[in-house]
């Protein structure tokens, strides 16, 4: 009896163990991980991505240098990830130019059992640092662009690349050792991008780079003995008199004809006196109210988005912050046409001064009568074309000014955005003292903002020092004459000379 009853239950055990779902069974032993991709993303960092395993309820990371046997464990993640990004550190070291592979193991921590793994992984090689723009102006004692950057670790060499705002793709201008570049022929009055990208020439790989690059615009008297196209100008510049011209030239008076000699039985009438021509009044010139300025700058706008539509670019966003500072500036150009402001500050400087950040470019011209004929002069010359066109450019400001002579002058400012965004830059008197007694000085500018740091300029006060002369700033060690402030992470220092 007791041998039945036994039998029994050895039975039940066993139905119950065959009915017992496929999943239960195979969570003894994870699946194996199938690996998707791996990429170095960044220096020192690769990232490797996998698929879901069954039965896991973690998975393990490893990874060694290409053509090791021996595997290192560098993670132990939660079975909802499927990626995973390595950053190097002293534990687990990767090294630029390395190549390195990388596989993932599935575990299940309630039978503490691994799945199977891809004992051949992913091989993929680390890259430089990224390399970052910090400063970039013309600079017209130099005749060229200036571009200066930060060092990027792993890089022993920076390809320079540049395009014009008529062309997609980047060209290649030149390879360089330092983290400095002069462009000693920019195109001039046409905004250029630039970027530059980190090189290890040991291993042959590049870093990653900013896609968007930086802008610089080059003014339109550089150069002059080339042939690019002039700035807009009418073909007669409006010149001004004490009193307007006539529009009409008088024409000359009649000399009258001698009359018949009369018959003799016919008595001789006087001959009339011809009446003299009267000079033309000349017309008076139309000044166009602050309604009929504001209605030309709306079409400046929407004739922009018609030309831009044709070429596939979006429309252009009227921002007011950009409007006030294309007004200074189209006052400013009735005083001097040039990108340069009366001042001597660059044009973007107009954005500073009316609070807007992300300057891109800008367009002048003078003596055009309608927004037709202005935008019209603008699509003419190949430079002010790409500056309307370019789908980098998100927003636009209009201005337009008209002189006592009745003579108009056109702007248009365009910026990418980060218009509202702030950026500081610390100033340290390395030593010496401000105005104030303080040694250091934290300012504020809008995003993008274009700073002078020449001997000869005010755009940063200058601090002192007893016995020493100051000779300019630099930034981490390299004399800098001006930068665009688009982080909170730069720091100036004050350069000194001793005296005597």
């Not at 004992?119 to 400063?135: E, M, V």
């Not at 062309?167 to 201008?173: E, N």
Request: glycine content about 6%; aromatic content about 10%; proline content about 6%.
């Amino acid at each position: 009896m007791k041998r039945k009853r036994f039998s029994f239950l050895a039975l039940l055990m066993l139905a119950v163990m065959l009915l017992m779902p496929a999943t239960t069974q195979a969570a003894a032993k994870p699946g194996t991980v199938k690996l998707s991709s791996i990429k170095a993303v960044d220096y020192n960092k690769i990232n490797i991505k996998w698929k879901k395993a069954s039965g896991a309820t973690n998975y393990i990371v490893y990874y060694k240098n290409a053509g090791d046997k021996k595997w290192i464990k560098v993670k132990t993640l939660g079975n909802k990830k499927t990626s995973y990004t390595h950053t190097s550190s002293k534990a687990y070291p990767i090294t630029v130019g390395q190549k390195y592979t990388y596989t993932v193991k599935a575990y299940n921590k309630n039978t503490k059992k691994s799945g199977s793994y891809n004992k051949t992984g992913l091989t993929t090689r680390t890259i430089p640092q990224k390399t970052t723009i910090r400063s970039f102006s013309y600079e017209e004692d130099l005749h060229g662009v200036e571009l200066i950057w930060n060092k990027a670790k792993g890089a022993d060499k920076y390809v320079i690349y540049c395009k014009d705002m008529l062309k997609s793709s980047w060209v290649k201008v030149d390879t360089v050792k330092g983290n400095y570049y002069l462009d000693k022929t920019p195109k001039k009055r046409i905004s250029t991008t630039y970027t530059v990208r980190s090189y290890n020439s040991a291993t042959k790989v590049y870093g990653k780079y900013d896609t968007n690059g930086v802008f610089v615009w080059v003014p339109d008297y550089v150069d002059d003995d080339d042939d690019d196209e002039p700035t807009p100008i009418p073909t007669v510049k409006p010149q001004p008199t004490s009193t307007p011209r006539p529009t009409e030239k008088p024409q000359p008076t009649v000399k009258p004809q001698p009359t018949e000699t009369p018959k003799p039985t016919t008595k001789p009438q006087p001959t009339a006196t011809p009446k003299p021509t009267a000079t033309p009044t000349p017309n008076p010139i139309h000044r166009a109210d602050a309604a009929e300025i504001n209605q030309m700058v709306q079409e400046v706008v929407r004739l922009t988005n018609i030309e831009r539509a044709k070429v596939g670019s979006a429309p252009l966003q009227y921002h007011e912050g950009l409007g006030r500072a294309a007004m200074i500036r189209a006052k400013e150009i009735n005083i001097s046409f040039s990108h340069t402001r009366p001042d001597g500050r660059s044009s973007s400087t107009a954005l500073s001064d009316a609070g807007v950040g992300g300057s891109a470019s800008e367009n002048i011209a003078m003596g055009y009568e309608t927004p037709a004929d202005a935008i019209a002069g603008w699509m003419n010359s190949s430079g002010h074309r790409a500056a309307m066109l370019t789908n980098t450019a998100n927003y636009i400001g209009v201005g337009i000014y008209q002189n006592d002579y009745g003579t108009y002058f056109w702007t248009q400012e365009f910026s990418e955005g980060n218009l509202e965004k702030k950026c500081t830059l610390t100033v340290d008197a390395n030593g010496g003292v401000f105005s104030d007694g303080k040694s250091i000085h934290t300012l504020t500018y809008p995003y993008n903002a274009y700073i002078r740091l020449t001997v000869d300029s005010n755009d940063v006060e200058h601090p002192i020092k007893d016995g020493y002369k100051f000779s300019g700033w630099t930034l981490d060690g390299d004399y800098v004459r001006a930068m665009r402030i688009t982080t909170n992470y730069y720091t100036i220092k004050a350069i000194w000379e001793p005296i005597g």
